[in-house]
Structure formats: structure tokens, C-alpha cells
């Protein structure tokens, strides 16, 4: 796959919508600026990719909308040198996307397709990130703690593996709610069982996985 001039003016349009839409965290804009999305799609789809909405990437799952990555990211406030637990790993972009803000990601797929080949297309963009095949319920405990975790899809409750496994002053950043309306929640360990949780605003994913489903 190439990333040509018109991609990279594609992604600069992209960059401005965002903006437009309140994204303020200029190293997330450039990361969103420097990395070929449309190399997360199937090749059928490749108009869609520079877009500001979800898509589909196969096994029922989609490629969260690009202003939803921002904002994750944003959130986040991700700082150089951050190992950062990402639950849900999809196509791949936004682990992507953490990595060129500095990061070391570790990074969780339920479903074994989407694992592979998440992991293929990382490692040729050559992204320090990590993947797992496993149950993001459980998060990582043998490479915990982290500095950061983030959720890309619904969470239907809060998941207390993924509170411990975070850092004095840790983030996470999670969607919780229903599977059509999920509030995004910004949380901040501030004890070793105390927490302080700020909300912002309403999100759609695609449902996460547990044991059953
Ligand atoms: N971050 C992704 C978004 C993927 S959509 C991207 O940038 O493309 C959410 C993903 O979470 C899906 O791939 C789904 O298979 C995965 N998922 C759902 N439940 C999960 C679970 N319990 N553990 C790990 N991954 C899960």
C-alpha cells in the first residue's frame, strides 16, 4: 500500500475538521497528520478512510471515527515515555496513533483475526506497540503497572483490573454506558483506592466482548 500526495492532503483536511470540532491537543492533530490510515482498511474501502466516521474492518467490529481517537488521545494526555494499556486493539490505528505521541503500548484483541493482523500492520509502521490475544476484562497484570489505560469499546461497568493495574496518578480513559450510548469517562487514581472520575459527553463503540459473547 502507498501513502501518496493525495492521502497526506486527504489527512490535513482531516486535521482541520478536527480542529473545528475542538480537538486542541496539537501533537495529537500531527500524530492524526503523519499516519496513513487508510493503511488500517481493507482495500475495497480506501475513499472512506480520511472520513470522520467509524468503519467496518471485518469480524463485525469497526475502526473508531477519527475524531473519537483524538479525543481518546487527547484525554489521555499521554506524555513521552507512557506504557499505556489499550484495551480493544481493532484495526490497530489508535494503538498507532499513542505510539507516535511517545508511547509504549500494550495492546489487547479478543478475537484472534483482528489480532494478527493488527500486529502485521504495527510492526511495519514500526510502532513500539505490544500485542496481546486475550481478554481486556483481565487487562495486563504482568506488565502492570501502567501510566495509562484506555478502553475503545462500551464498557458496560468499570473493570477493577484495569483500576489496579494503573499508577499513582494514572488515567484511564473509558466509555460506559449501554450498547447503543456510552458516557465518556476520564478517571484519575489519586489514592491506592481512591478516584477521581470526570465525564465528557455522549460516544458510540461497538459493544466489548466478555467470556460468552
Ligand atoms: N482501537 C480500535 C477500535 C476497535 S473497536 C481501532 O483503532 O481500530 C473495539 C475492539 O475491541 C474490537 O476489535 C473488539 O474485537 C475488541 N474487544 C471487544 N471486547 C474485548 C475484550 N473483552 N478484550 C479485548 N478486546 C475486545
Do not use: W
Not at 476520564?186 to 477521581?196: A, L, T, W
Amino acid at each position: 500500500m502507498e501513502d501518496t500526495f493525495k492521502h497526506q492532503a486527504l489527512r490535513k483536511k482531516l486535521v482541520q475538521h478536527l480542529k473545528k470540532s475542538g480537538i486542541k491537543d496539537f501533537k495529537v492533530l500531527q500524530a492524526i497528520e503523519k499516519i496513513p490510515r487508510h493503511f488500517f482498511f481493507n482495500s475495497a474501502f480506501l475513499q472512506f478512510a480520511y472520513d470522520d466516521v467509524a468503519f467496518q474492518i471485518g469480524e463485525g467490529q469497526t475502526i473508531s471515527q477519527p475524531y473519537t481517537v483524538a479525543r481518546q488521545s487527547e484525554l489521555l494526555e499521554v506524555r513521552k515515555g507512557d506504557k499505556i494499556l489499550e484495551i480493544g486493539t481493532g484495526s490497530g490505528y489508535q494503538a498507532s496513533i499513542l505510539s507516535t505521541l511517545g508511547a509504549e503500548v500494550y495492546s489487547i484483541e479478543r478475537q484472534k483475526k483482528l489480532h494478527d493482523k493488527a500486529k502485521i500492520m504495527l510492526e511495519k509502521l514500526n510502532c513500539n506497540v505490544k500485542c496481546f490475544y486475550g481478554d481486556g476484562y483481565i487487562g495486563l497484570p504482568e506488565f502492570a503497572p501502567f501510566d495509562r489505560a484506555i478502553v475503545t469499546a462500551a464498557a458496560p461497568y468499570i473493570p477493577e483490573p484495569l483500576l489496579q493495574q494503573l499508577k499513582p496518578r494514572g488515567i484511564l480513559v473509558i466509555p460506559v454506558g449501554n450498547e447503543t450510548t456510552q458516557v465518556m469517562k476520564k478517571i484519575r487514581k489519586i489514592g491506592d483506592n481512591e478516584y477521581d472520575t470526570k465525564d465528557y459527553g455522549n460516544f458510540s463503540f461497538v459493544p466489548m466482548l466478555g467470556e460468552t459473547t
